[in-house]
């Protein structure tokens, strides 16, 4: 199908989001160069990124919809590194799915890095940047907050219990370890919810067969700029091989 670019309706730390002409129920989602850490006061732009990340999500996306999780992508856009996504009224939720401990997960329950959980931890934050995304409960986003239905907030652990088992067999596939990962979801313009924003390497921890990380965490640690746009551009190449 063809799609007309039109003007930018959002631009975010990472992602640029364009209007599609004639097409009111689609947006395009450019998955740009831009990186950033520490909630965007750490920036930079590495070189590949952008197609590295829309590749993923393309793949990841596409095997979701398989496995009757419902996403908001729907065709490669017009340049390489975007995808034509059906609008959606975003949750203000990120949801996170943990295999492994890592990260701030460790200092904040005092837990050894490395630790290899019984089953996957399901997490709420409020994503709001002023409050920096704190941890909510089920009942406060659905009854306090009212951000999502308590049924739908039920239906958004099932999903990503769901996305968790698919994304960790497609990593093991090409040699790689997931540790955790963030999702959203949102709402169609028929009120359906399905998943949205992106699965990428800005989104999700990954180990490669070394214990060598193989995400955005390098960038969040330190890692040269030349170091980090050949951490994207591996990635790349194992994927493509596959």
Request: hydrophobic share 40%; with cysteine.
């Amino acid at each position: 199908m063809n799609f007309i670019r039109g003007k930018i309706l959002h631009e975010g730390k990472a992602n640029t989001i364009y209007e599609v002409k004639d097409r009111p129920f689609f947006v395009e989602m450019d998955f740009t160069d831009r990186i950033s850490a520490g909630n965007g006061t750490k920036k930079a732009v590495i070189k590949g990124k952008g197609i590295t990340n829309k590749t993923y999500a393309i793949n990841l996306f596409t095997l979701f919809s398989r496995e009757n999780v419902p996403t908001h992508c729907m065709f490669d856009g017009s340049t390489e590194s975007s995808i034509i996504v059906q609008k959606a009224d975003m949750i203000p939720l990120e949801v996170i799915g943990r295999f492994i401990a890592a990260g701030s997960f460790c200092n904040r329950y005092n837990i050894s890095a490395g630790t290899v959980f019984d089953s996957m931890i399901f997490e709420l934050c409020y994503k709001n940047d002023n409050l920096g995304d704190p941890f909510i409960s089920e009942s406060a986003a659905a009854y306090g907050l009212k951000l999502a239905s308590i049924s739908d907030i039920q239906l958004i652990q099932n999903y990503t219990q769901k996305i968790g088992i698919i994304a960790q067999q497609f990593f093991k596939k090409l040699g790689l370890t997931l540790v955790d990962f963030k999702v959203e979801f949102g709402f169609n313009q028929k009120g359906k919810l399905m998943l949205c924003d992106e699965f990428s390497l800005d989104t999700c921890r990954l180990l490669d067969e070394n214990g060598n990380s193989l995400d955005k965490d390098i960038f969040r640690k330190g890692a040269d700029i030349g170091n980090v746009e050949k951490t994207y551009q591996t990635a790349l190449e194992k994927l493509l091989k596959q």
